[in-house]
């Protein structure tokens, strides 16, 4: 959007200056001919030409820096688009805990059990009274039966293949088998896992195992009393942070039902699975620095609320405690919706795809320029939503892969962090090279405008193809390098930047001291070379003496670009408190960019195309004055300007 803003801007200034001088030097006698090619000579002076393929090296650039931060960029605009982000909803398992479960706890109406084993090891410390340990074993098969996640032997430990959680209960079952358990049998049938249900089962010969959220399960069991334990039981492992299962079965009678939901009925409950998935020792600092940065941070999964509100505790989601709130209890009013959840760290629980579209809509709604993380097949549609969409590249579907911009390749919640700041320094980036690109346009526009003031009394000191080889010849290398500047260190220090790219403080900068600067060097030494050489007002020089004048200015206007790119560097810094070598790029590029100044003044071909020729010693001697009077001037403008600020840390 703003980019598009830039074009039109820019577009309409070029077009408005160039008619508006074509007219004026029609109406004080300037032939046709000479009017129409000012007319081009200032649209092509007002635009930037190099601004295009810098906007997209840059994005490229910052891309570059986030894969190797282990984060995929599909879609370029996506980097600058984190950089804006104000409010991220985010998943809980992976993201903000490790997502390497662990059963530490099993209840069974016979007994209570503790697991105690390290991640996924088919080894492990039982505890518990000797009544327990048979159902307890008998949950454990059932619930792996109907699970397909199984653990096997690493190359240094073991790992879990297909679904963390459903592995964790594979190596339950293995710690609490007897040493010569039947082997597992193949289900007849299987009723796989859907959000709406909550649940999963197979058939085993002539019985149903059924495993699934506590909510969806226990409703569903005709041992009342038990049912009414594993409710207390459930609200303490929760409160623990545990993520609970139910598991329950049933004999089929003769004859199979006919549907899923004649299937699901008259359960026994077997028990409940406490599953341990500790929090990841990063998210703490990465959900402060987020707080930092004026980023809201809300919770979004389909577990317990107590489950969800221990682990907020756990990691400080919120400065204090945590707002939660129940997926079936969200308003359907979209208004409502996002007024309810527009705080930091709100946890939202047990919420179905449908309700995490709607909270990407109710947000955006309120101004917020949303990231939404997921890898599910129903997490599609929020993702696609999102002004920014982030998903797991290891073990998400494609579905949430093809939906998302941002593709994280670890599924940490501090990846996204890492993104937000590359995302803002893209941003800055951007302003720092157009403010770069800007500043040799006014040099470019100025001899335009005093050729035509002057009724070509004064003769024009560049002409158009030496404009089009300051933009795309000389400017492009260290515009390119101006956006691959790396993250100022306040950077995420502040809330996202709500100017636009370009404001009226870098107008200001830009048309008000260092083009001002540059034009009138390039100016002055262009009248120097003529009048030092006997030129009068209004004679017209000899084509030679024409041609060093030319190459004077434009030769200034390329070594006073040199002096802009450092100071481009930052908005309220001078260029003798910026480390001059933290961008290694820009001091290559402006080495590159001496030698093709060389190569345009003294390759006499080129040299005759573009109209110039070699100054003389003394224009060049002049020209370098160009570099510390447009440093001290910027610098005194940053002074001016950011007097009382700390700028101690602050470069963009």
Known sequence: RELRRVVRTISSVALGFGVAFCVISILVGTPLQNALLFAIGVAVAMIPEGLLPTVTLSLAVGAQRMADRNALVRNLQAVETLGSATFICTDKTGMLTQNRMNVVEVWTPAGAVTVDGEGYSPVAEIAGPPAATGPARRLAWAARTASRGRIRRGAEDWVAEGDPMEAALDALAHRL?????????????????????????????????????????????????????????????????LRVLAVASRALPPGRPASRGEFERELTLEGLVGMQDPPRQNVPEALRQARQAGIKVAMVTGDHPATAAAVARQIGLAPGEPVVVEGPDLPEDEAELGELLDRDGVVVSRVSPEQKLAIARALQRRGHVLAMTGDGVNDGPALSEADIGVAMGMTGTDVAREAAY??????????????????????????????????????????????????????????????????????????????????????????????????????????????????????????LVLWGSGWAWGAQPSPGLLAAASGAAFSTVVVGQMANAVACRSATLPAWRINWFSNRMLGAAVVVEAVLLLFFLFFTPLAGVLGHAPPPLEGVLVALLVIPTLLAVDGLHKFLRHRGQDTRSRTG
């Open 406 to 527: 941002l593709v994280r390749l670890y599924q940490y919640f501090a990846t996204i962090i890492i993104a937000v700041e590359q995302g803002r320094a893209t941003y800055t980036n951007i302003r720092r090279f157009l403010t770069y690109h800007l500043t040799s346009n006014v040099s470019e526009l100025v001899p335009f405008v005093v050729w035509i003031l002057s009724g070509g009394s004064f003769p024009l000191a560049l002409g158009v193809l030496q404009i089009l080889a300051l933009d795309i010849g000389t400017d492009l290398l260290p515009a390119l390098a101006l956006g691959g500047e790396k993250p100022s260190p306040d950077v995420l220090r502040k809330p996202p930047e709500k100017r636009h790219l370009m404001d009226g403080a870098l107008l200001a900068r830009v048309f008000l001291v260092l083009g001002p600067v540059q034009a009138a060097f390039a100016m002055g030494i262009f009248t």
């Open 177 to 241: 088998a007897e040493e010569d358990g039947p082997p597992d049998p193949e289900p007849d049938a299987r009723f796989a896992f859907d959000p709406a249900r909550r649940r999963e089962s197979v058939v085993v010969g002539d019985e149903l195992l059924v495993k699934g959220a506590p909510e969806s399960v226990l409703p569903l069991c005709t041992n009342t009393g038990d049912a009414g334990r594993a409710a207390a039981e459930l609200a303490g492992m929760a409160g623990r942070g």
